[in-house]
């Protein structure tokens, strides 16, 4: 248990609203991830961080940003909802080590839902 | 994005029946993870495996790095109602500063007494 928080942990939302969630750690781990998780289609990774203002691109980033302005804070941004965007997102870390373990610990997930 | 394929996608199986579940990719990978998600949690992680041809064991759980580094195979000994869930299997990939997971599509298992 990397003592990973996410919040809120549900949330219902209109169409074209903006809407961030935030993930908190206190492994002081290096890297920290963005997923959603849909039906069919396992987890897919949207952005990942590896430092503090560093962050790049997933596979399914179009419509979302991120920012991570500390290194236990990594927050993410739906610019303008759509239904589309329906989905439970979970943020993982890992410790980023080079060389070392490359294990993943996940959040317990916010399910958000777009009207 | 690719997804490795994962098989089989569900199992109904009764208590005390062994498991087997695998993974394949068409790419390599040095890292091999398997994962347990319950319902409305997050995915924990159970085992990961560091080098072809490792075989690791957690409990009753035991997973393989398949030599080519294109599989991975997670087997549970003597089921109980506990391992019902989802198991993903996930492979590490790492080029400079990106280090990234690919996630199977998940085997769901379902434990009947």
């Known amino acids: 248990d990397a003592g990973i928080t996410q919040s809120p942990r549900h949330k219902v939302t209109e169409t074209g609203t903006p809407v961030t969630l935030r993930c908190h750690q206190t492994?002081?781990?290096?890297?920290m991830y963005w997923y959603r998780q849909d039906p069919g289609h396992g987890l897919r990774l949207i952005h990942y961080?590896?430092?503090?203002?560093?962050?790049d691109k997933g596979e399914v980033s179009d419509g979302y940003s991120v920012s991570r302005s500390k290194t236990e804070d990594f927050l993410l941004t739906l610019e303008s909802a759509t239904s589309s965007q329906t989905s439970v997102y979970f943020c993982?870390?890992?410790?980023?080590?080079?060389?070392?373990?490359?294990?993943?610990?996940f959040g317990p997930g916010t399910r958000l839902t777009v009207t | 994005g690719q997804q490795l394929n994962q098989s089989p996608q569900s199992m109904f199986i009764q208590e005390g029946e062994d498991v087997s579940m695998n993974c394949t990719s068409s790419?390599?990978?040095?890292?091999w993870l398997w994962y347990k998600q319950e319902p409305g949690e997050g995915p924990v992680l159970l085992i990961a495996?560091?080098?072809?041809?490792e075989l690791t064991s957690n409990g009753r759980l035991t997973a393989q790095f398949g030599i080519t580094r294109k599989d991975s195979f997670l087997n549970i000994s003597a089921s109980i109602p506990s391992d019902v869930g989802i198991y993903f299997c996930?492979?590490?990939?790492?080029?400079?500063?990106?280090?990234?997971?690919?996630f199977g599509t998940g085997t769901r298992l379902q434990v009947t007494l």
């Open positions: 993982a870390t890992a410790t980023g080590t080079s060389g070392g373990p490359q294990e993943q610990y």
């Open positions: 492994e002081n781990h290096r890297y």
């Open positions: 961080s590896y430092g503090v203002k560093d962050t």
């Open positions: 790419s390599i990978f040095n890292t």
């Open positions: 495996l560091y080098k072809a041809g």
């Open positions: 996930a492979g590490h990939v790492q080029t400079g500063t990106a280090s990234k997971l690919t």
